[in-house]
């Protein structure tokens, strides 16, 4: 599956932002989603993911309250809700797919994953 982030940019402290990932392919269905980010100088780290064996989406602390994950299969769409966004927000966002399986440990790892996208920035200023 090939991977298209979309919808970073520049936002103020406060603002929300929605960005989205299209898949490629007619079996986005079974695949498992997550988003992660990358700051400069930092380590890539996880933020949220949307796993079928787990029902639900679930978060990194970092961003539980303000993100929100969702999907729209008929679109092969995957979308991250971003709101209150902070400084500390600013990253390479990342959205990454692995095959779907009954596994129900979280997969919070970017090593989880086997497809990426190329990455959308957003820049939050102050």
């Known amino acids: 599956v090939q991977l298209q982030a979309s919808g970073g940019g520049l936002v103020q402290t406060g603002d929300s932002l929605r960005l989205s990932c299209a898949a490629s392919?007619?079996?986005?269905?079974?695949?498992?989603m997550g988003w992660f980010r990358q700051a400069p100088g930092k380590e890539r780290e996880f933020v949220g993911a949307h796993i079928w064996s787990k029902g639900t989406p679930y978060y990194a602390n970092s961003v539980k309250g303000r993100a929100t994950i969702s999907r729209d299969n008929g679109k092969n769409t995957v979308y991250l809700q971003m709101n209150s966004l902070k400084p500390e927000d600013a990253a390479v966002y990342y959205c990454?797919?692995?095959?779907?399986?009954?596994?129900?440990?979280?997969?919070?790892?970017?090593?989880?994953?086997?497809?990426w996208g190329q990455g959308t920035e957003v820049t939050v200023s102050s």
């Open positions: 990454a797919a692995k095959k779907r399986s009954a596994e129900t440990v979280e997969a919070t790892t970017d090593t989880r994953y086997d497809y």
């Open positions: 392919g007619r079996t986005f269905s079974s695949y498992d």
